[in-house]
């Protein structure tokens, strides 16, 4: 599919459907398109008229136009009121478009929508994104097919002329995206420590980053206690993915961006049971999988901004070989952990790569993982919860997600609350009481951060839609991936 800035004028565009945004209260048809209606025999004044159309944000409605026109058919969306048009509403109604034009069997689909804020690039971006994001379709674990209508070829953004760039950034970033979803919704027997890491070999062959997989051994050395405990059932063996972008010229700021990466969460010998949801845990490796998405759209992008992509990754498993409930690790600080809950397994793979990542001098950390079940039974499934003890990396990140239309909300870090994670035997348990859950999770893992300033965001809820929802499907959503490209560009 093509996406391609056009001038041509509304009257003059040619192809199989025509979109046109209409703000709402405002349907009367003025100027080119009370023209452009005459065209069409007064068929769109009609078509209001008779679904009673009032502009309401997202609400689409379409028609077929007489023959001898230079289009097929019509859709007309609703804005909403001109002055809550927000970026993010541009985006998901270049979706809804799409998605009406992909049913309707358009193959040539002309957009035409007003520019938001003066800002035809942020516009062209926002349009380019919502249309491809809400198309995506991932058919590899089919034997045939499902979809065999006609497929959009191209899709003019009209009045959008110029915009190469912005359509270029906004398919860097869809490429990301669209990574991340694969990786996420990829089952465990396919998606494993091992080829993730391959992934992200190829991420490094294909834009020349720089990589660095750690295998047991080398992880043994650096005594990553907590994360090989993790890793230790498994017949996988781990994986601690480095992958290194720097640009060519000075790096005006160093960044890491840490993953969680288990590409299966049984829970270990607290295993999951029954109605846990451990057939969906999968999902375990999403914080990776935005990592490395990002990493992908990052090394095309190519800023002034030396990033670091980092995963410990394993499997959660249960053999004879698996860790005990109750078993005391030392992590590459040296800080030594009652694995009080095998289940509670994220933080503790996370505590090395925060190490690790920690040691590298950098100006931030931020790490996206799927950790706490509290978490989406606090912000529910479309928001991902922000920890951290810095005002200014959080006001960033905040900002990144806005304009990226990902929503995220700050939880507070509760000293207090780390009195939960007490134990007896060790410097501290890894579960603490299942009140507050998200957030002694983030207590944890800040005691493997010493001065680097550090976010963390937990993704369990918005990682993966139940049903579909605008521009994210359904399915895996590739969560992350637009928040981190925006705040590495910030
Ligand atoms: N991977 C899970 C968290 C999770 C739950 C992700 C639901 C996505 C959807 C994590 O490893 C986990 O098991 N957390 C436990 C922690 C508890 C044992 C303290 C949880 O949330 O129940
Ligand atoms: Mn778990
Ligand atoms: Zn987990």
């Known amino acids: 599919m093509t996406i391609r800035p056009n001038e041509t004028p509304l009257l003059e565009w040619a192809g199989d459907t025509l979109a046109i945004g209409l703000f709402e209260d405002a349907v009367e048809l003025t100027g080119d398109l009370a023209a452009l209606d005459e065209k069409f025999a007064g068929i769109l004044k009609e078509l209001i008229a008779e679904e009673e159309f009032t502009g309401k944000t997202n609400s689409t409605i379409f028609t077929r136009v007489g023959a001898g026109n230079l289009v097929r058919k019509v859709i007309l969306v609703g804005l909403g009121k001109p002055e809550a048009l927000k970026l993010d509403t541009v985006r998901r109604i270049a979706a809804a478009v799409a998605k009406v034009a992909k049913k309707q069997k358009t193959k040539t689909l002309g957009i035409s929508l007003p520019v938001w804020n003066n800002d035809p690039a942020a516009t062209a971006q926002a349009i380019a994104e919502g249309t491809q994001l809400a198309l995506y379709q991932d058919t590899r674990f089919k034997s045939e097919p499902e979809d065999k209508g006609p497929q959009i070829e191209t899709i003019d953004l009209l009045g959008l002329g110029g915009q190469e760039a912005a359509i270029t950034r906004a398919n860097q970033i869809v490429s990301g995206v669209f990574l991340a979803r694969q990786l996420v919704a990829a089952p465990a027997n396919a998606v494993t420590p091992i080829t993730l890491a391959e992934t992200a070999q190829a991420i490094a062959t294909d834009y020349g980053l720089q990589i660095e997989i750690l295998e047991r051994e080398d992880c043994e050395k650096l005594g990553m206690g907590a994360f090989l ?101 030392t992590a590459s600080n040296g800080k030594t952990i009652e694995v009080n809950n095998t289940d509670a397994e994220g933080r503790l793979t996370l505590a090395d790569a925060l190490v690790f990542a920690d040691k590298l001098g950098l100006d931030a950390i931020v790490d996206l993982a799927t950790l706490t079940g509290a978490c989406v039974v606090a912000l529910g499934n479309d928001i991902a919860g922000l920890f951290t003890p810095d005002d200014a990396v959080a006001s960033q990140l905040e900002k990144a997600a806005e304009s990226a239309g990902e929503k995220i ?46 976010a963390h965001l937990d993704i369990a809820g918005p990682v993966w839609e139940d049903k579909e929802n605008g521009y994210n499907g359904s399915g895996a959503t590739g969560f992350g991936v637009r928040t981190l490209v925006n705040w590495v560009l910030s």
């Open 229 to 329: 405990g993790v890793a230790q059932a498994s017949d996988l063996p781990p994986k601690f993915i480095h992958l290194t972008y720097k640009p060519e010229t000075t790096a005006k700021r160093k960044l890491a961006i840490i993953g969680k990466g288990l590409t299966f969460d049984s829970g270990g010998l607290n295993i999951k049971g029954a109605g846990s949801g451990i057939e969906t845990m999968k999902i375990d490796m999403g914080g990776a999988a935005a990592t490395l998405g990002a990493a992908k759209a990052i090394a095309q992008i190519k800023p002034d901004v030396e990033v670091h992509f980092i995963s410990a990754a394993t499997e959660n498993m249960i053999s004879g070989r698996a860790m005990h409930p109750g078993d005391v690790l």
């Open 409 to 454: 909300w700050r939880l507070p870090m509760e000293d207090k609350y780390f009195e939960g994670l007490k134990s007896g035997i060790a410097d501290m348990k890894n579960t603490g009481p299942r009140p507050g859950g998200s957030i002694t999770a983030s207590l944890f893992l800040k005691q493997f951060v010493k001065e680097t300033p550090w």
